[in-house]
């Protein structure tokens, strides 16, 4: 089974919480993992990672009890390939429109018959040719989660899900709002009644679904609507945020407010 089945199966009634990462660090990703983080997505669309970094950060993540996803640039078999021999297991494929661009992008995880993935003699994926049979049951344990970004992707929603072997759809709710003409306002009504519409519809065929939330609360009402696994923002937002608020309590009126009692080893204010 795939390690993101697993845990899903064994999340019990709570989704499992994960997060992005955006610095491309292994340091960074390391961290993550030890913070309580049960997965995070490793992601190649929006960073400048290339593949030995990639390594680098599953190696992380490795490390850790995180699970790692990795979010591949776009629904290319060779990008597939090579991060698939890099030892990932579970991809996040973006962008799939229909059942035809599904099909495409499952078959690249899956060695022939089932799919198209070319056969390396040794990678990181077959720990270096060490996996007995690794041909032969590498199709079991890969996973493909593919992202539906826009109203056309979530019409075919059931038809996207009904391809052999895709194990979770995943909402992308930054490009469905943009999608939507509400650009950055992943909270606006018809967004979410979309992002809501698409889990009870996930939910009703048995589909794992997950998505991100940028905030706590929006993670709580994704987790209300069905969800079953959620993201609180990225490695990067989360440090920004802090970072942000520590400058804000230092350096702005709302920042005289923080008290320092010396003497007494208490401390108060905005933080």
């Not at 997505?41 to 970094?53: C, F, G, S, W």
């Not at 390396?120 to 996973?143: D, L, Q």
């Not at 939330?213 to 920004?240: C, K, N, W």
Request: proline share 6%.
């Amino acid at each position: 089974m795939n390690p993101l089945r697993q845990l899903l199966k064994s999340a019990g009634s709570q989704a499992p919480l994960g997060t992005w990462i955006m610095s491309a660090s292994p340091l960074v990703t390391e961290a993550m993992g030890h913070a309580g983080f049960q997965w995070g997505v490793i992601d190649m669309e929006h960073t400048p990672l290339d593949m030995m970094e990639v390594i680098q950060l599953l190696q992380a993540a490795g490390n850790t009890k995180m699970l790692p996803i990795v979010r591949v640039p776009w629904n290319d078999a060779v990008t597939i390939k090579r991060v698939l021999d890099a030892g990932a297991t579970t991809l996040l494929i973006p962008f799939v429109q229909n059942a035809d661009e599904a099909q495409r992008a499952v078959a690249a995880t899956r060695y022939p018959p089932e799919g198209t993935r070319g056969l390396a003699g040794m990678s990181r994926g077959s720990k270096f040719g060490t996996v007995p049979e690794y041909a032969k049951t590498a199709n079991k344990t890969v996973g493909a989660v593919l992202q539906l970004e826009t109203p056309a992707a979530v019409a075919n929603l059931e038809a996207i899900a009904a391809v052999p072997g895709v194990d979770s759809l995943f909402m992308g709710p930054g490009d469905l709002s943009a999608a939507l003409g509400h650009p950055g306002n992943t909270t606006h009504s018809e967004v979410m009644a979309v992002m809501a519409d698409a889990a009870r519809r996930c939910n009703a065929i048995g589909m794992p679904v997950g998505t991100v939330g940028g905030t706590p609360e929006l993670v709580v009402q994704y987790r209300a609507m069905g969800f079953h696994y959620v993201a609180i923002g990225s490695d990067l937002g989360l440090l920004m945020r802090g970072a942000q608020a520590a400058v804000k309590a230092l350096t702005t009126p709302e920042g005289e407010t923080v008290v320092h009692t010396l003497a007494g080893g208490t401390r108060t204010g905005a933080y």
